[in-house]
C-alpha cells in the first residue's frame, strides 16, 4: 500500500522559514517525479514544486520561484520543501504527490491529474 505521509512545523510568521518532510513508503521512490501542491480555503489545488526522479529538474511556481526549494532524498524516500520568506498567502494545506511517471516539465508539472499518489496533506500557517 502507497503512503505518502507530510510533516513539518505548521504555524510560523511572515519573513520566517519552514521545511516540509514528505516520506514514501510501497512505491519504489526513484521511479517517480514528486511534487508538492497547495491548497487555500475556497480556492483549487495548485502546484508549488516539483522534481524529477533524480532531483537533475525543477520546477517552480511563479509564486514561490526564489523563495522555495524542492529537493529528495531517494536513499531515505523523502521529499522536501523548503519554504524562506513565508507570506501569509502561502497559508495553506500542503500536499506532496507522486507523478505518473519519473519526469515531468512545464504544464506537465502543474496539473494534478498528473499525479498519481497523494498524501494526505499539512497545515500550514503564516502569521502577520
Known amino acids: 500500500q502507497v503512503q505518502l505521509l507530510e510533516s513539518g512545523v505548521g504555524l510560523v510568521q511572515a519573513g520566517g522559514s519552514l521545511r516540509l518532510s514528505c516520506a514514501a513508503s510501497?512505491?519504489?521512490?526513484?521511479?517517480?517525479?514528486m511534487g508538492w501542491f497547495r491548497q487555500a480555503p475556497g480556492k483549487e489545488r495548485e502546484v508549488v514544486a516539483a522534481?524529477?526522479?533524480?532531483?537533475?529538474?525543477?520546477y517552480y511556481a511563479d509564486s514561490v520561484k526564489w523563495r522555495f526549494t524542492i529537493s529528495r532524498d531517494n536513499a531515505r524516500n523523502t521529499v522536501y520543501l523548503q519554504m524562506n520568506s513565508l507570506k501569509t498567502e502561502d497559508t495553506a494545506v500542503y500536499y506532496c504527490?507522486?507523478?505518473?511517471?519519473?519526469?515531468?516539465?512545464?504544464?506537465?508539472?502543474?496539473?494534478?491529474?498528473?499525479?498519481?499518489?497523494w498524501g494526505q496533506g499539512t497545515q500550514v500557517t503564516v502569521s502577520s
Open positions: 504527490a507522486a507523478h505518473v511517471s519519473r519526469y515531468c516539465s512545464g504544464y506537465g508539472c502543474s496539473e494534478p491529474s498528473g499525479y498519481k499518489y
Open positions: 522534481i524529477s526522479w533524480s532531483g537533475g529538474s525543477t
Open positions: 510501497g512505491l519504489t521512490f526513484s521511479r517517480y517525479a
